[in-house]
C-alpha cells in the first residue's frame, strides 16, 4: 500500500476500543476477515460440509448382517434407487404434487398481487399486505393439524361438498395434501409477484395506452413479460417447499412422497447411505430446476 | 460412598468424567457400583442410586401415578421421552454412544436389534429380583429378550394386536382377518386402517398361514423371500382399500373418531381410549386366525449413567401393585402372574380380555420379535431379516 493510512496520520485516538478500530482501518484483510468471517464460517462448515457429508454417504454402503456403515465408495444406492420402480413412483408423485401445488398458487397468487399492487389505494397496501403474511405469525404444524381437521371425514370440507351433493371424503388423500401445500406457500408466491408488479413503471402502461392497446393488450404485452421473472421466482417457493416437505404428507395424507421414503430409509431401515442417495434426487431437480429459472431471470426479481 | 459422591460431584462439571464414572457398570466396578457376577457379564447387584433415571418408553407408560412413588422411595428423578415407534427406540437408545438414556421399555422387534448390537446390558434378573418367580411362565425366557440364556431385562406389560371396529357401520362382527385384508366385494373398502410399520407384514404372514397352508408359513416372523413377496403383494392389494395408515395410536383415534376408519388392528390402549372418549361405538374380536402381540422389556443401556436407579426401576416395575396399575390404565396385560388377582377384582367382566396370567392364550399370540436371516429352525438362515422386510414396506407404502 503506497497510501499513508488515515489512522497513522491524525493523533491516536482515546479508548481502546478507538485504537482497536483505528488499527482495523490500517489492515483491511483483517477488518474484511472479521466481518465476512464468522458468515462464511457458518456457510462452508454448516451448510456446504453437510452437504458435502451427505453426498459422501451416499457413495457408501450398508452391510446389511451389521448394519454399519461400510466406508467403500460405491455406486449401489443408485443403481438401487433406478432399478426399484417405487422410488420413480415415489419422485413422480412427488413432482407432480409439486408442479400441481406451484400452478394452484400462481393462478392463485397473481389476482391477490395485482389487487394490492395496482388496484388497491396506497394506504390499503400495507394492511393487505400484512394479510397475505398473516398466515405465517401461527406455527406451521398448527396451520397444517388446522387442515388435518378441515378435510377430516367429519370436517367441514366434508359438509360442504356434502351440500353440493358429493358425498366423497378426500381426507387422507392426495387433494388434502395438495390443498394443505397450496394454502401453506400462497404467500410466498404472492410476494414475488407483488413486488414485481409494483415496479411496473406506470409510464409503460400510459405509453402503451397511448399508442392505442387496450387493457387486455397491455395486460398480455406489457405487464405480464415485465412481471414473467418475479412469477418464476414465486415458483421456485412453492416448487422447492413442497418438494421438501414431509410433515404434511403424514398428516394430512396417506401416500409416500420423496422426504418420507427418505425419512423411512433414514429412521426405520437405518440405511443412512441409500437415504442420502435419494436425498440428491430432489436435489438434482431443484438445480436444473434453478438453471432453467435463472435463464428466465428469476433471480433478479427476489 | 466416597466415590460416588465425587462422580456425581464431576457430573455438574464434566458429562465425559460422568460417563467414564457410569460405565463402571460393566467393568464389575469398585465402590458402590452395580456390579457384575463374576462369570457370565451380567449384571448381579444393586449399588447405591445416581438420583437420575432418563428413560424410553411408549406414551401412557410412565404415568405420575406410579412414577411419582418410585421417585419418593428411590431417590432417582425420573425423565422419560417418548418413543412412538420401535425404531425411533432404537435410535434414541444408540444417542450420545449409548448414555442418552438409561433405560427403554422394547417391545419385542426393538429387542433383539438392540441385543444385537450390544447397545442393552445383560441383568441377573434371577438374582437381582424375587419377583421374577412370579413372572409368567412363557415370560420367563422368551425368545425377544433372552438370548442362550441370557437375560436382557425384564417383561413389562404384553397385549394383543386386536381387530378393533366401529360396532355401528361394521356389521356383522367381523371374526376373521379377512375384513381388512380381502378386497373382493369388501364393504369396508376405503374405512380400514393398518400398522405404519415393517412389523405389520407378520399380520400379512400369520393370515397367510391360516388361509393358504400350501405356503408353508411356519412362524410370521420366519419368512422365506418367497413367503415374504407372498406377505407384501396381499399388503399391496390391501393399500388401496386403506383409508390411512396409523403410525402414533392417536392416529388411530383421530381416525375412528372422524369416521374415516371403521376397521383394523389396534392395540387394547387404542380401544380403551376410544371407549372412554365415548364418540363413537367400537368394539374388537381376536379373529380366528390368531393374532400378532407385544411384550415389553425394560432394557438397560450398557452405557447407562445411571444404572443403579435402573436396576431399582425394573426391580419397581415387577411389583405386582405397580403392574396392575399400569395394566388398568394402559389396557395391557401384567406379566407378574400375581398382579392378576387385583385386576380380576378391579375388572370385573372386562377381566376376561386381558387374559391374565393366561400362558396358554399368550402361547398363541405371535409376539413381535425382530426378524433375523437364521430362521431359528432346520431351514437355517434362508429367511428375509428386518432390513428386508424395511424395503418390502416401502414398496408397499410407496406405491399409493
Same mark, same amino acid.
Given at each position: /500500500?503506497?497510501?499513508?493510512?488515515?489512522?497513522?496520520?491524525?493523533?491516536?485516538?482515546?479508548?481502546? +476500543?478507538?485504537?482497536?478500530?483505528?488499527?482495523?482501518? +490500517?489492515? @483491511?484483510?483483517?477488518?474484511?476477515?472479521?466481518?465476512?468471517?464468522?458468515?462464511?464460517?457458518?456457510?462452508?462448515?454448516?451448510?456446504? !460440509?453437510?452437504?458435502?457429508?451427505?453426498?459422501?454417504?451416499?457413495?457408501?454402503?450398508?452391510?446389511?448382517?451389521?448394519?454399519?456403515?461400510?466406508?467403500?465408495?460405491?455406486?449401489?444406492?443408485?443403481?438401487?434407487?433406478?432399478?426399484?420402480?417405487?422410488?420413480? $413412483?415415489?419422485?413422480?408423485?412427488?413432482?407432480? /404434487?409439486?408442479?400441481?401445488?406451484?400452478?394452484?398458487?400462481?393462478?392463485?397468487?397473481?389476482?391477490?398481487?395485482?389487487?394490492?399492487?395496482? /388496484?388497491?389505494?396506497? @394506504?390499503?397496501?400495507?394492511?393487505?399486505?400484512?394479510?397475505?403474511?398473516?398466515?405465517?405469525?401461527?406455527?406451521?404444524?398448527?396451520?397444517?393439524?388446522?387442515?388435518?381437521?378441515?378435510?377430516?371425514?367429519?370436517?367441514?370440507?366434508?359438509?360442504?361438498?356434502?351440500?353440493? +351433493?358429493?358425498?366423497?371424503?378426500?381426507?387422507?388423500?392426495?387433494? !388434502?395434501?395438495?390443498?394443505?401445500?397450496?394454502?401453506?406457500?400462497?404467500?410466498?408466491?404472492?410476494?414475488?409477484?407483488?413486488?414485481?408488479?409494483?415496479?411496473?413503471?406506470?409510464?409503460?402502461?400510459?405509453?402503451?395506452?397511448?399508442?392505442?392497446?387496450? +387493457?387486455?393488450?397491455?395486460?398480455?404485452?406489457?405487464?405480464?413479460?415485465?412481471?414473467?421473472?418475479?412469477?418464476? !421466482?414465486?415458483?421456485?417457493? $412453492?416448487?422447492?417447499?413442497?418438494?421438501?416437505?414431509?410433515?404434511?404428507?403424514?398428516?394430512?395424507?396417506?401416500?409416500?412422497?420423496?422426504?418420507?421414503?427418505?425419512?423411512?430409509?433414514?429412521?426405520?431401515?437405518?440405511?443412512?447411505?441409500?437415504?442420502?442417495?435419494?436425498?440428491?434426487?430432489?436435489?438434482?431437480?431443484?438445480?436444473?430446476?434453478?438453471?432453467?429459472?435463472?435463464?428466465?431471470? !428469476?433471480?433478479?426479481?427476489? | 460412598?466416597?466415590?460416588?459422591?465425587?462422580?456425581?460431584?464431576?457430573?455438574?462439571?464434566?458429562?465425559?468424567?460422568?460417563?467414564?464414572?457410569?460405565?463402571?457398570?460393566?467393568?464389575?466396578?469398585?465402590?458402590?457400583?452395580?456390579?457384575?457376577?463374576?462369570?457370565?457379564?451380567?449384571?448381579?447387584?444393586?449399588? %447405591?442410586?445416581?438420583?437420575?433415571?432418563?428413560?424410553?418408553?411408549?406414551?401412557?407408560?410412565?404415568?405420575?401415578?406410579? *412414577?411419582? %412413588?418410585?421417585?419418593?422411595?428411590?431417590?432417582?428423578?425420573?425423565? *422419560?421421552?417418548?418413543?412412538?415407534?420401535?425404531?425411533?427406540? *432404537?435410535?434414541?437408545?444408540?444417542?450420545?454412544?449409548?448414555?442418552?438414556?438409561?433405560?427403554?421399555?422394547?417391545?419385542?422387534?426393538?429387542?433383539?436389534?438392540?441385543?444385537?448390537?450390544?447397545?442393552?446390558?445383560?441383568?441377573?434378573?434371577?438374582?437381582?429380583?424375587?419377583?421374577?418367580?412370579?413372572?409368567?411362565?412363557?415370560?420367563?425366557?422368551?425368545?425377544?429378550?433372552?438370548?442362550?440364556?441370557?437375560?436382557?431385562?425384564? %417383561?413389562?406389560?404384553?397385549?394383543?394386536?386386536?381387530?378393533?371396529?366401529?360396532?355401528?357401520?361394521?356389521?356383522?362382527?367381523?371374526?376373521?382377518?379377512?375384513?381388512?385384508?380381502?378386497?373382493?366385494?369388501?364393504?369396508?373398502?376405503?374405512?380400514?386402517?393398518?400398522?405404519?410399520?415393517?412389523?405389520?407384514?407378520?399380520?400379512?404372514?400369520?393370515?397367510?398361514?391360516?388361509?393358504?397352508?400350501?405356503?408353508?408359513?411356519?412362524?410370521?416372523?420366519?419368512?422365506?423371500?418367497?413367503?415374504?413377496?407372498?406377505?407384501?403383494?396381499?399388503?399391496?392389494?390391501? #393399500?388401496?382399500?386403506?383409508?390411512?395408515?396409523?403410525?402414533?395410536?392417536?392416529?388411530?383415534?383421530?381416525?375412528?373418531?372422524?369416521?374415516?376408519? *371403521?376397521?383394523?388392528? #389396534?392395540?387394547?390402549?387404542?380401544?380403551?381410549?376410544?371407549?372412554?372418549?365415548?364418540?363413537?361405538?367400537?368394539?374388537?374380536?381376536?379373529?380366528?386366525?390368531?393374532?400378532?402381540?407385544?411384550?415389553?422389556?425394560?432394557?438397560?443401556?450398557?452405557?447407562?449413567?445411571?444404572?443403579?436407579?435402573?436396576?431399582?426401576?425394573?426391580?419397581?416395575?415387577?411389583?405386582?401393585?405397580?403392574?396392575?396399575?399400569?395394566?388398568?390404565?394402559?389396557?395391557?396385560? %401384567?406379566?407378574?402372574?400375581?398382579?392378576?388377582?387385583?385386576?380380576?377384582?378391579?375388572?370385573?367382566?372386562?377381566?376376561?380380555?386381558?387374559?391374565?396370567?393366561?400362558?396358554?392364550?399368550?402361547?398363541?399370540?405371535?409376539?413381535?420379535?425382530?426378524?433375523?436371516?437364521?430362521?431359528?429352525?432346520?431351514?437355517?438362515?434362508?429367511?428375509?431379516?428386518?432390513?428386508?422386510?424395511?424395503?418390502?414396506?416401502?414398496?408397499?407404502?410407496?406405491?399409493?
Amino acid at each position: /500500500m503506497t497510501n499513508v493510512p488515515a489512522a497513522r496520520a491524525t493523533p491516536p485516538p482515546e479508548g481502546s +476500543g478507538r485504537r482497536a478500530s483505528a488499527w482495523l482501518h +490500517g489492515h @483491511r484483510r483483517v477488518k474484511l476477515g472479521l466481518t465476512l468471517g464468522p458468515t462464511l464460517t457458518w456457510m462452508i462448515v454448516v451448510y456446504l !460440509a453437510s452437504l458435502v457429508l451427505l453426498l459422501i454417504t451416499s457413495f457408501w454402503s450398508l452391510n446389511e448382517l451389521t448394519s454399519q456403515i461400510e466406508r467403500i465408495w460405491t455406486l449401489k444406492n443408485f443403481q438401487t434407487l433406478w432399478s426399484t420402480p417405487v422410488y420413480r $413412483t415415489i419422485t413422480i408423485r412427488s413432482v407432480g /404434487m409439486a408442479a400441481a401445488v406451484t400452478l394452484t398458487d400462481l393462478v392463485l397468487a397473481f389476482p391477490i398481487a395485482y389487487l394490492i399492487a395496482r /388496484m388497491a389505494r396506497p @394506504r390499503m397496501r400495507p394492511l393487505l399486505l400484512l394479510a397475505v403474511v398473516m398466515p405465517l405469525w401461527s406455527n406451521y404444524l398448527v396451520r397444517v393439524f388446522a387442515w388435518k381437521i378441515i378435510t377430516s371425514g367429519n370436517g367441514p370440507l366434508h359438509s360442504l361438498l356434502g351440500l353440493v +351433493g358429493i358425498d366423497h371424503s378426500i381426507s387422507a388423500s392426495n387433494i !388434502a395434501v395438495w390443498l394443505t401445500f397450496s394454502y401453506l406457500w400462497l404467500p410466498f408466491a404472492i410476494l414475488p409477484i407483488f413486488g414485481a408488479l409494483e415496479r411496473v413503471p406506470d409510464s409503460l402502461l400510459e405509453a402503451s395506452s397511448d399508442l392505442g392497446a387496450r +387493457g387486455g393488450l397491455t395486460f398480455r404485452r406489457v405487464i405480464v413479460p415485465l412481471v414473467f421473472p418475479g412469477m418464476v !421466482a414465486a415458483t421456485i417457493f $412453492t416448487f422447492s417447499l413442497t418438494l421438501g416437505d414431509y410433515i404434511a404428507p403424514i398428516l394430512v395424507g396417506k401416500a409416500f412422497f420423496i422426504g418420507n421414503a427418505i425419512y423411512n430409509l433414514a429412521g426405520v431401515a437405518q440405511n443412512l447411505p441409500l437415504a442420502a442417495a435419494f436425498a440428491i434426487v430432489p436435489i438434482v431437480i431443484m438445480g436444473a430446476y434453478l438453471v432453467v429459472a435463472r435463464k428466465l431471470g !428469476a433471480f433478479e426479481a427476489i | 460412598m466416597k466415590h460416588v459422591g465425587r462422580c456425581m460431584a464431576l457430573f455438574g462439571v464434566l458429562a465425559i468424567a460422568a460417563a467414564a464414572c457410569g460405565s463402571n457398570d460393566n467393568g464389575g466396578g469398585g465402590g458402590g457400583a452395580a456390579s457384575s457376577a463374576s462369570g457370565g457379564g451380567a449384571v448381579s447387584s444393586i449399588g %447405591p442410586t445416581e438420583g437420575q433415571l432418563n428413560l424410553i418408553a411408549w406414551p401412557g407408560y410412565t404415568q405420575k401415578s406410579w *412414577v411419582k %412413588p418410585f421417585e419418593d422411595q428411590s431417590g432417582c428423578k425420573v425423565t *422419560v421421552k417418548y418413543g412412538n415407534t420401535s425404531d425411533e427406540m *432404537v435410535q434414541l437408545m444408540r444417542q450420545s454412544g449409548g448414555t442418552a438414556y438409561d433405560g427403554v421399555s422394547a417391545s419385542g422387534d426393538a429387542t433383539n436389534r438392540l441385543i444385537a448390537a450390544g447397545d442393552v446390558a445383560a441383568v441377573d434378573v434371577n438374582t437381582l429380583f424375587p419377583e421374577y418367580a412370579d413372572v409368567m411362565q412363557s415370560l420367563q425366557e422368551p425368545a425377544h429378550n433372552t438370548v442362550d440364556g441370557v437375560h436382557y431385562g425384564v %417383561p413389562y406389560m404384553w397385549g394383543p394386536n386386536i381387530l378393533m371396529f366401529n360396532t355401528d357401520m361394521v356389521k356383522p362382527a367381523p371374526t376373521s382377518w379377512s375384513s381388512v385384508f380381502e378386497t373382493s366385494a369388501n364393504p369396508y373398502a376405503g374405512k380400514v386402517t393398518a400398522y405404519e410399520s415393517p412389523i405389520y407384514i407378520a399380520d400379512a404372514a400369520l393370515y397367510l398361514k391360516a388361509t393358504q397352508p400350501d405356503l408353508g408359513i411356519t412362524d410370521p416372523y420366519e419368512l422365506t423371500q418367497d413367503q415374504l413377496t407372498a406377505a407384501t403383494d396381499l399388503l399391496k392389494q390391501q #393399500a388401496g382399500m386403506i383409508k390411512k395408515y396409523w403410525s402414533v395410536y392417536t392416529d388411530e383415534i383421530d381416525g375412528f373418531e372422524a369416521g374415516d376408519m *371403521v376397521i383394523g388392528t #389396534a392395540w387394547p390402549v387404542n380401544q380403551s381410549i376410544l371407549v372412554s372418549d365415548g364418540k363413537v361405538p367400537v368394539s374388537s374380536v381376536i379373529p380366528k386366525e390368531g393374532v400378532t402381540g407385544w411384550a415389553d422389556t425394560w432394557m438397560m443401556s450398557s452405557h447407562a449413567m445411571h444404572p443403579n436407579c435402573m436396576l431399582k426401576w425394573m426391580e419397581y416395575t415387577l411389583q405386582p401393585d405397580v403392574q396392575t396399575q399400569v395394566a388398568e390404565y394402559y389396557g395391557a396385560t %401384567p406379566s407378574n402372574t400375581k398382579s392378576c388377582a387385583q385386576l380380576n377384582k378391579d375388572l370385573g367382566a372386562d377381566a376376561k380380555n386381558y387374559h391374565c396370567g393366561d400362558d396358554a392364550f399368550l402361547s398363541q399370540v405371535a409376539l413381535w420379535k425382530t426378524p433375523l436371516s437364521e430362521c431359528g429352525d432346520d431351514r437355517g438362515a434362508t429367511c428375509t431379516d428386518y432390513s428386508t422386510w424395511t424395503n418390502a414396506w416401502t414398496e408397499v407404502r410407496g406405491q399409493g
